[in-house]
């Protein structure tokens, strides 16, 4: 009987740490980037010490992209390390995506690991709805 209880509690104390720490995981990565409205972001990407990331599939960024946009499909294993290859730490990364989830999932990623990240509200859908230019070709 004591051993049956010992091993309860055990059970019950990895459970409670457990839930404790999942809870705590997805507010840190909510709060590490900012958000933006295509006129908020329009203006940023203006500026020189801005990078600007699309982080869809290659197919989606030939269909078009915002000018001087960066491909680096949010999908891939190495999505990461191929974004520390590639993006200067020091500039602020502005990221967009389709529709807004997977640039917010890519910012939370980048900021994790010491980026400053700014996530275009809305995606590409968004920025078109809202008469932006983008371009298929460079």
């Not at 910012?107 to 078109?128: F, H, P, Q, R, S």
């Amino acid at each position: 009987m004591k051993n049956i209880l010992t091993c309860l509690f055990a059970v019950l104390g990895l459970t409670t740490a457990c839930g404790q720490q999942r809870s705590a995981l997805p507010l840190c990565s909510a709060k590490n980037f900012e958000n933006m409205e295509v006129k908020e972001f329009s203006e940023l990407i203006t500026d020189s010490n801005v990078v600007i990331l699309d982080v869809r599939k290659a197919d989606e960024f030939a269909e078009g992209h915002i000018k001087g946009a960066i491909l680096i499909d949010q999908f891939q294993s190495d999505f990461v390390e191929q974004a520390q290859a590639k993006l200067p730490k020091h500039k602020t990364i502005a990221v967009y995506c389709r529709s807004g989830r997977r640039s917010a999932n890519a910012a939370g990623k980048l900021a994790d690991v010491g980026y400053k990240c700014v996530n275009l509200k809305g995606g590409i859908i968004a920025w078109k709805e809202a008469n932006m230019p983008v371009i298929t070709s460079e």
